[in-house]
């Protein structure tokens, strides 16, 4: 495994939501499964909405109803989002020892921000309900159509960081949008990703613990 040294000189630690910072499964499962329901498909496992995690959400729905036609899609992703604006952001819990990492980076003087395939409004929301809205110094959410590599993209040529930064997540394409945009990565093992995903996908350093985190852009 890479040697700490290779993150010294950390201009902005950027982290994922899901799986990083918050377990959000539960939510997302029950708004899952209330569209897939409204729509007359089936219900979606436990290890399934697992899996899907980390996913844009049109993603997630294309990969339990393979055939879904855009029409139906469009009402999926709408019937899901009215479920998660009133009550599934807050089914959500967060990771032990993350609250006080994130405060230890704060009083460290790290300049740190949130990189996330949810959308800004619904992340804000859920970082607010945690008391750490104001860790970060941008919160960046996503949408349908827009992957993580070009949020990260978008976050360079509007200077709001530099390639000084790392970007930390639990799944590959926390770790392949970094790549693509030549920042270094820290792949977490607390979320929904293996040690196998992350270092398949090119992680710069592998954290096991939420009280490593602390220790990034020290």
């Given at each position: ?6 993150l010294?000189?950390?201009s902005t630690?950027?982290f ?13 499962g029950?708004?899952?499964n209330?569209?897939?329901q ?7 496992s436990v290890e399934?909405?697992?899996?899907a995690?980390?996913l ?24 899901y ?11 959500n ?7 006080e ?20 409004d619904?992340a ?28 990260l ?9 530099d390639r000084?930064a ?8 926390d770790i392949?949008s ?11 093992l ?5 040690l ?23």
């Amino acid at each position: 495994m890479p040697r700490r040294n290779m993150l010294q000189n950390v201009s902005t630690v950027i982290f994922d939501l899901d799986g990083t910072i918050s377990d959000p499964s539960p939510g997302i499962g029950r708004c899952l499964n209330y569209a897939l329901q409204a729509h007359g498909f089936p219900e979606v496992s436990v290890e399934q909405v697992a899996a899907a995690i980390g996913l844009q959400l049109d993603e997630a729905f294309c990969r339990f109803c393979p055939d879904v036609d855009q029409a139906t899609l469009s009402g999926l992703v709408t019937k899901y989002r009215g479920r998660y604006a009133e009550v599934g952001y807050s089914e959500n819990t967060i990771y032990p020892g993350v609250p006080e990492s994130l405060k230890e980076l704060s009083a460290g003087g790290v300049s740190m921000g949130v990189c996330t395939s949810k959308r800004r409004d619904f992340a804000e929301k859920i970082l607010a309900m945690f008391g750490m809205l104001t860790h970060f110094r941008f919160v960046d959410g996503g949408d349908i159509g827009i992957e993580k590599r070009e949020q990260l993209a978008g976050l360079l040529q509007s200077t709001a960081i530099d390639r000084a930064a790392v970007m930390i997540g639990d799944r590959a394409v926390d770790i392949s949008s970094a790549k693509a945009n030549g920042l270094r990565s820290a792949g977490v093992l607390w979320g929904f990703g293996d040690l196998p995903e992350l270092q398949g996908a090119g992680a710069d350093v592998i954290l096991r613990g939420t009280n490593e985190l602390a220790q990034l852009g020290i």
